[in-house]
């Protein structure tokens, strides 16, 4: 259930999930599983963007 789930948020991140596979994971994943591991990959983003800002500005 957590590897469907950390698939579906993060092609979902990236914008490559069709509308049908969208669907099926709504209608078949868990809503928490599905917050909790969208939580977690945007703060890996932010933390992973103000990693590579501050390389650039050092």
């Known amino acids: 259930m957590w590897l469907r789930a950390v698939k579906a948020v993060l092609s979902a991140l ?22 909790i591991i969208g939580i977690m990959c945007i703060g890996l983003l932010i933390i992973a963007l103000v990693l590579a800002v501050s390389l650039v500005l050092n």
């Open 14 to 35: 990236f914008g490559v999930q069709s509308d049908k596979n969208r669907q099926s994971d709504f209608a078949k994943g868990s809503l928490p599983h599905i917050l």
